[in-house]
Every structure is written in structure tokens, then in C-alpha cells.
């Protein structure tokens, strides 16, 4: 080692941590692919459904007479639509207060193999003042009013 | 007059400011402490008042949101006559504008701290590194009285206030908040010494010491601040996790990297004279994530509970500081790192080759948190929309945490300047076969591979952290390094809680009926009765619970589904039952139909030592802090004698 110069040894130095954070760079953007999860609203989720097991983030207004609660007390089946489209979702857990039929939410879940979409996570409007990103501008882009009302 | 007394407070300290950076530029431009003149004498004392000033300001503003005045636009937005005290105090900082006063008020303290008692800089970085605080100090108290003035006054007062924030009406408040500024804000000292350092060339040994105490004070609160926000975030949310990948949790975790990071790199600057620009960059860039943290917090750029309002104009104001502060540091940086003279060199296998592998992977680590974080953003200008969470960082993470804790592992045990692996070999094997036994058992647990890889690399990590007091008298064993080893094995226990907590934790949802019982792992909890209650500004559905853990002794639980009137929202309050191995988490959910309730209950095996941990790796933090302060004076008490020796030998 002690051949090395100060000066070689720098820039050796430079070159490993360089490599490091390239290699953090290149697993990340390869992992931000893969694994980011896509917000989809049901018309873009009927045209184009996304792969079985895919975490993806599905926003819109949940429908009226749409919430059918199963036997076990804890399990929902409700449809989320945006007008053109509607997407049936399944969910086992205590939904959020603000969860009811004719308001607005983002089910975060997976497509099943069966076809079915089944959300582990509901985020619904719980405070005027926490809009999400995604939801906007919605109004613009698909002109339903009723996407525009969905928040978190 | 509570309101214009602050307000004034807050002008004058700005105005302070003004004067400390002119002061400070004037006295570094002509050079050293004579040629400064009367102005350089200025500085420090305007930066004590400066921070005098801010804190008695804070204090105005506490004061008024205590007395509930609803002439303030502040108190009224955001506070309630009704609020039990605690919260009215904390609702202080649980808003926009008064968390940023808080953050002046900790930055313009920090700075009058360090112009009060750090002496062993040479005068003109200190100056430097004055002028730099009230540089940055400066546009803060822009955004504040010009975009965020939080003494406004209402034209006509108010008859009664908004209330905060339900969420945020937890003790968890009155803790997590200043904590976290500690840290964040702490970490602008550093920002000013590398810049004051850069700008005279300084960067020695002596330069690190005298930043190191200042580093490790910030990191502790960061520290102490991300575990508060951890636990308080697990128990008040409901959702039984206590890390979500959250925009804002990054935010926090960001600064703490490069923090760690800059205190590893600072003790190789200071023992070998090595790593002089990287220290400096390190310092700049730790600052540079509080600030990146606060914009993508206070900008409501990113959707959070944290985020209090959208406002376009404050994320354009911080945005502009953004650019600003870490544009300058860094263009500072590319003008004047070439002319730093270079360290010394080191071999590979030693301790700071140890310290600079940890360096580089915890560049990586904060490279991958910073670039999920900011990945939506990126995407949302090319008008697709994401979110990035633990899909993401659980994995990418690990690829990088696992050489640096295996690096963690044998650092420690290595000699400075040069080491034989051969004599590190024994201690090393030893905490190899634990790390081995730990993966077997993982294994024969069926742990999933991220918790089989975090539990054999606690078990491992543990005893390698203890490896050092091996062969020493451990009454001898200076404070720093007992603080050292109790950081590090406080990040084996957290990390075997994370692992545990992930591997075994079991969930159990059900609807049932008051006198049924539902079991989650070893407990069952029986559903006694569901009542209403009420507080001071909610009323509640109350269950009660009583749970047994493997058929012993039942323990009452108390979970709530509160409603809030002001302002109206419903949150639920989980229940806690703690045992040395781990955590119940009960949950109350809605009436399932007109008999049965729904409950939600975990067993979180082990999942307290994640917060325990982060308290360990503190604690290490404050030890090795009140050990180097201790060896400074002592120091400067053999100086002052050697001088009166001298001073006396000539008479």
C-alpha cells in the first residue's frame, strides 16, 4: 500500500465511491420501475389493466348501493367508477370514517389473479385541507366531477 | 401587545442578523482579528442577542396561543379555548407558521450558543462561520415576516378558534416537534463551520474536534426525534406500522445519513488528518437535506398529515433558499476544495479505511432514500403519477445496509493508520458463527429473506459491537468509546426489533359480539363491553378489552374510536399491552352490524426494541459527546497551568 501515492489514492478513493453511488443509482431507477406504484382512475384501469400482483394506487368515487359488507362483518365489496368505467375492489379491514357511498377514495392494492382488485389500504377524505397531488388536476383531464371530489 | 412585542423581538434579531453577516463578511475580507477591527467585535455578541431575541419571541408566541387570544390570525386558525393546556403550548408549533419560528428560534440559539462558548477555532473562521449561521439565518427571517409572519393580527378577533388538528392533539406533539428542529436546525452549525472552514482554508484535526460536539448534539436530537416520530406515528395512526416510507419520514431520516455520516468522517479527520474535503462536503450536504426535508414538507409539494397547508408562494420562497444556500455552499465548495491542502493517506485495512466504507454506503443508502423520495415529483413533471414505498426502499435499502453493517462489524476492531486482518480474525469469527446461528434460526422460523437477513445480521452486529471492550480494563475505557459501542449495538437491537416485528408479526381481524373472544398469536382478548365516553373536546366509543397473554393474568385495554368537534374528525385511539417480548395492538373499528363489533388486534413480537434501540444509539451518541467535552477541559485546564507555570518561571 504504501507505494501508492496521496494523490493516486484520492482519486482511487473518488473512482470506489463513484461506482458505489452509480451501482445506488442503477439499482434504484431499475427498482423505481418496477416496484413505484401507478396511480390508475377505472377508466385507464378497464383499458388497460395493470398485471396480476402489481401495487398500484386506484382513485375515484366510491358508487351508490355499491358497499356490500360480507358475513364475517369485516370484509367490503364496493365499485369504484369515474363514470365511464367501474372497477369492483374488495377490502378486509375497519374502513376510513370518511368512507361512504357517493365520496371519493384511493384504494391502494393489487390486481389478483382471478380478476379481482383487492386493497390492503383505503385512503379516504379526511380533512379538506389534504388534497392529493394526483387528484388535482383530475377535473381537467377527465372532466368528471365526480373524480374531482375524491381526496384523501 | 403580546403579538407586537414578538413581532418586534422577531424584526430586531433579523436586523442583528443583517449586521453579524456584514460584520463577519468585512472582518474575514480584511483578515484576522486585529485588522477586523471594532466591527469584528461585534459579531458574537450580536449573535448571543440575536438568539436571546428569537427565543423571547418563541416565547410571545407560546404565551398567546396559552391565553387562547383570538385577536391572532395564528391562534385562531389553529387553536381552541377548549384544548387541554398541554395541547394549547404545543399547538404552537403544530402549524405552519409557528413550526417555522421554531426553526429560526433553534438556528439563531444554535448560533448564539456556538458565539458564546467555541473558542479553539481561529478567530477569522469563526467569523466566517458567523457570518455564514447569519447568512442562512437571514433568508429564514425573510420567509417568516414577509410570507409567514405568525403575529398577524385578525381585523376583527375571533369568537372562537378552529382547534388543531385532532391527529396532532397527542402528547406526542409537545415532544416530537422540538426534538426534531434540535436536530434538523442543529445541523446548520455544521453547515457553517465547513463553509467558515472552506472560506479560510482551515481544515484541520483541530477543526474537526471543534465541530464534532456540535455535530454529535444535533444527530442526538435527530436521533432522539426520529424514534418519538417512529413510536408516535405506530400508536396514534392506528395502522400498527411505525415506518411508512412517508415523504416526510424520509425527509427526516435524509439529514440523519449524512449526519452519521459526517461524525464517522470527522473522527478520521481529527485522528489522521484524512478525508478533509469530504468531511466539508458532508457538512454542507447534511444542512442541505434539513432544508431539501423542509421544503418538500412546508411546500405541500408531497401529500402528508405534515403537510398543514398547499401554499405555491412558501414553496417558491424555500425553494429560491434552496437554491441559494445549497448552490452557494457548493459553488463555495468547488472554488476553494481544490486549494484545501490534502490530507494524509491511510492504508485499506485500517480503521478509517473502515470509516470511509461506511462513508461511501451511507452516501448510497441516503442517494436511494433522497432519489424514491423525489421520484413522484419527477415523474409527475412527465404527467405520470406514482407513489414509491416499501416495495421500493425495503429492498434497495438492504442491498446497501448489508456490506455497511458488515463493514460496522469489524471497523471498530481495527487499529488507525494501518492493521493486520490476522489480528482481528478471532473476534471476527466469533460474531461470524452468531451472525451463522442467527441465520439458522431464522431459517428454521421461516422468516421471510429480508428478516432472515436482518435477524442474523442483529445477531452478528451484537456481539461484534461488544468486541472492542474485549482485553481492555473497562474502567479505563474512555467515555467516547463505551458511547460507540452502545450506538452500535443500539442499531443490532433496533434492527432485530424491525426484523422480528417483520417476520412474526400476526394480525387478526374479526367482527364479534360483546362477551366473545377473538386470539391473535399467543393472546385471546375478550371483548367485556363497549361504552361511550367523553373528553375535554371529543366523546368516544370505548371498548373495553380483556387480553391474556397464553392463558395468564388478563390485562384491560381501552381502545377508542374518538370523535373531535373542533374541527370535526373521527380518529381511533389503539391500545397497548406491553410485555418484555413484544407488543398487543388493539384497535376499535366500527359497529359490523347491530351486535358485533370490529376489532383489530396485532402481536408485534419484540417490535418495543426498535424504539429502545433508537434510544441506545442516542444515549451512545450523548456519551461519546460528554466524553469529548470532558477531554477538551481537561485539556484547556493542562494549557491554562502550563501557562501559569510559565509564568511564573519567569518572574
Known amino acids: 500500500m504504501s507505494a501508492v501515492k496521496a494523490k493516486h489514492q484520492r482519486l482511487i478513493l473518488v473512482v470506489i465511491a463513484l461506482v458505489a453511488l452509480v451501482a445506488a443509482g442503477v439499482i434504484a431507477s431499475w427498482a423505481l420501475r418496477n416496484q413505484a406504484s401507478y396511480f390508475y382512475v377505472p377508466s385507464q384501469f378497464v383499458e388497460d389493466p395493470p398485471a396480476p400482483g402489481q401495487a398500484i394506487r386506484l382513485g375515484g368515487m366510491v358508487e351508490a348501493n355499491s358497499i356490500k359488507t360480507q358475513s364475517d362483518g369485516v370484509t367490503i365489496d364496493f365499485v369504484v367508477g369515474d363514470g365511464d368505467a367501474r372497477v369492483p375492489v374488495r377490502y378486509s379491514g375497519i374502513v376510513p370514517d370518511l368512507f361512504v357511498e357517493g365520496s371519493g377514495v384511493v384504494a391502494e392494492g393489487k390486481m389478483q389473479s382471478d380478476g379481482t382488485f383487492v386493497a390492503d389500504n383505503l385512503l379516504a377524505k379526511h380533512d379538506e385541507n389534504y388534497v392529493p397531488r394526483e387528484l388535482q388536476d383530475m377535473n381537467d383531464q377527465h372532466k368528471k366531477a365526480a373524480v374531482a371530489e375524491t381526496t384523501i | 401587545?403580546?403579538?407586537?412585542?414578538?413581532?418586534?423581538?422577531?424584526?430586531?434579531?433579523?436586523?442583528?442578523?443583517?449586521?453579524?453577516?456584514?460584520?463577519?463578511?468585512?472582518?474575514?475580507?480584511?483578515?484576522?482579528?486585529?485588522?477586523?477591527?471594532?466591527?469584528?467585535?461585534?459579531?458574537?455578541?450580536?449573535?448571543?442577542?440575536?438568539?436571546?431575541?428569537?427565543?423571547?419571541?418563541?416565547?410571545?408566541?407560546?404565551?398567546?396561543?396559552?391565553?387562547?387570544?383570538?385577536?391572532?390570525?395564528?391562534?385562531?386558525?389553529?387553536?381552541h379555548s377548549d384544548k387541554p393546556l398541554i395541547f394549547k403550548i404545543a399547538g404552537s408549533w403544530g402549524n405552519h407558521e409557528g413550526s417555522m419560528l421554531l426553526w429560526i428560534t433553534v438556528m439563531s440559539a444554535a448560533g448564539a450558543l456556538i458565539a458564546f462558548v467555541?473558542?479553539?477555532?481561529?478567530?477569522?473562521?469563526?467569523?466566517?462561520?458567523?457570518?455564514?449561521?447569519?447568512?442562512?439565518?437571514?433568508?429564514?427571517?425573510?420567509?417568516?415576516?414577509?410570507?409567514?409572519?405568525?403575529?398577524?393580527?385578525?381585523?376583527?378577533?375571533?369568537?372562537?378558534?378552529?382547534?388543531?388538528?385532532?391527529?396532532?392533539?397527542?402528547?406526542?406533539?409537545?415532544?416530537?416537534?422540538?426534538?426534531?428542529?434540535?436536530?434538523?436546525?442543529?445541523?446548520?452549525?455544521?453547515?457553517?463551520?465547513?463553509?467558515?472552514?472552506?472560506?479560510?482554508?482551515?481544515?484541520?484535526?483541530?477543526?474537526?474536534?471543534?465541530?464534532?460536539?456540535?455535530?454529535l448534539g444535533a444527530w442526538i436530537f435527530l436521533t432522539v426525534g426520529i424514534t418519538a416520530g417512529s413510536y408516535w406515528a405506530y400508536y396514534e395512526l392506528g395502522w400498527g406500522g411505525w415506518w411508512f416510507w412517508d415523504p416526510v419520514e424520509n425527509a427526516s431520516l435524509m439529514p440523519w445519513l449524512a449526519a452519521t455520516a459526517l461524525l464517522h468522517s470527522a473522527s478520521v479527520l481529527a485522528a489522521r488528518d484524512a478525508l478533509r474535503a469530504w468531511t466539508i462536503m458532508l457538512g454542507v450536504v447534511a444542512f442541505s437535506m434539513s432544508m431539501i426535508g423542509t421544503f418538500l414538507v412546508r411546500s405541500g409539494i408531497l401529500t402528508s398529515v405534515h403537510a398543514f397547508a398547499v401554499d405555491p408562494e412558501r414553496g417558491s420562497f424555500i425553494l429560491g433558499l434552496l437554491v441559494i444556500y445549497i448552490g452557494g455552499a457548493l459553488a463555495v465548495f468547488g472554488l476553494r476544495a481544490g486549494s484545501v491542502a490534502e490530507g494524509e493517506k491511510f492504508s485499506a485495512v485500517s480503521r478509517e479505511g473502515a470509516l470511509v466504507v461506511n462513508n461511501v454506503l451511507l452516501s448510497a443508502i441516503l442517494g436511494v432514500v433522497l432519489l424514491g423520495t423525489l421520484y413522484p415529483l419527477l415523474t409527475e413533471a412527465m404527467g405520470v403519477r406514482v407513489s414509491v414505498g416499501p416495495p421500493y426502499f425495503d429492498p434497495v435499502g438492504t442491498v446497501f445496509v448489508v456490506p455497511m453493517l458488515l463493514a460496522m462489524m469489524v471497523g471498530p476492531l481495527l487499529r488507525w493508520r494501518g492493521d493486520r486482518l490476522e489480528r482481528v480474525r478471532k473476534p471476527a469469527l466469533i460474531a461470524l458463527v452468531c451472525l451463522a446461528g442467527g441465520l439458522a434460526v431464522a431459517i428454521a422460523l421461516r422468516a421471510g429473506v429480508l428478516s432472515t437477513i436482518g435477524l442474523a445480521l442483529s445477531a452478528g452486529l451484537a456481539v461484534a459491537s461488544v468486541m472492542p471492550l474485549r482485553g481492555r480494563s473497562l474502567r479505563r475505557l474512555p467515555i467516547a468509546t463505551w458511547g460507540m459501542v452502545i450506538a452500535h449495538l443500539g442499531i443490532a437491537v433496533a434492527l432485530f426489533g424491525m426484523a422480528s416485528e417483520r417476520a412474526f408479526n400476526k394480525e387478526e381481524l374479526a367482527a364479534i359480539k360483546v362477551g366473545e373472544t377473538a386470539t391473535v398469536g399467543p393472546w385471546s382478548v375478550k371483548l367485556a363491553a363497549v361504552d361511550p365516553v367523553a373528553g375535554a373536546n371529543w366523546t368516544a366509543i370505548e371498548a373495553v378489552m380483556q387480553a391474556s397473554y397464553a392463558g395468564g393474568k388478563p390485562v384491560e385495554l381501552h381502545p377508542q374510536a374518538?370523535?373531535?368537534?373542533?374541527?370535526?374528525?373521527?380518529?381511533?385511539?389503539?391500545a397497548l399491552a406491553t410485555r418484555w417480548n413484544g407488543q398487543l395492538y388493539a384497535v376499535l373499528g366500527k359497529a359490523a352490524d347491530s351486535e358485533r363489533w370490529q376489532v383489530r388486534l396485532w402481536w408485534k413480537p419484540f417490535v418495543t426494541l426498535i424504539w429502545y434501540g433508537g434510544l441506545m444509539i442516542a444515549l451512545g451518541g450523548l456519551l461519546a459527546l460528554i466524553g469529548r467535552v470532558r477531554e477538551d477541559l481537561r485539556r484547556r485546564i493542562v494549557q491554562r497551568k502550563a501557562g501559569e507555570r510559565r509564568a511564573e518561571a519567569v518572574p
Open chain 2, 1 to 79: 401587545m403580546i403579538a407586537e412585542l414578538g413581532l418586534a423581538a422577531l424584526w430586531l434579531a433579523a436586523a442583528l442578523a443583517a449586521l453579524q453577516l456584514v460584520a463577519g463578511a468585512l472582518a474575514v475580507w480584511r483578515g484576522g482579528e486585529e485588522s477586523g477591527g471594532e466591527l469584528a467585535g461585534l459579531i458574537r455578541p450580536a449573535a448571543i442577542v440575536q438568539g436571546v431575541l428569537c427565543v423571547f419571541s418563541f416565547a410571545m408566541l407560546v404565551w398567546l396561543f396559552v391565553r387562547t387570544d383570538l385577536s391572532v390570525k395564528l391562534v385562531a386558525m389553529n387553536s
Open chain 2, 118 to 215: 467555541e473558542r479553539r477555532l481561529p478567530e477569522r473562521t469563526m467569523q466566517a462561520t458567523l457570518a455564514a449561521q447569519s447568512f442562512v439565518a437571514l433568508g429564514f427571517y425573510a420567509f417568516l415576516l414577509l410570507s409567514s409572519n405568525p403575529f398577524e393580527r385578525l381585523p376583527t378577533p375571533a369568537v372562537e378558534g378552529n382547534g388543531l388538528n385532532p391527529l396532532l392533539q397527542d402528547i406526542g406533539l409537545a415532544f416530537h416537534p422540538p426534538t426534531l428542529y434540535l436536530g434538523y436546525v442543529g445541523l446548520s452549525v455544521a453547515f457553517s463551520f465547513a463553509v467558515g472552514a472552506l472560506i479560510t482554508r482551515q481544515v484541520t484535526p483541530e477543526f474537526a474536534r471543534a465541530m464534532r460536539p456540535w455535530v
Open chain 2, 562 to 574: 374518538r370523535s373531535f368537534w373542533s374541527p370535526p374528525q373521527e380518529t381511533t385511539e389503539s
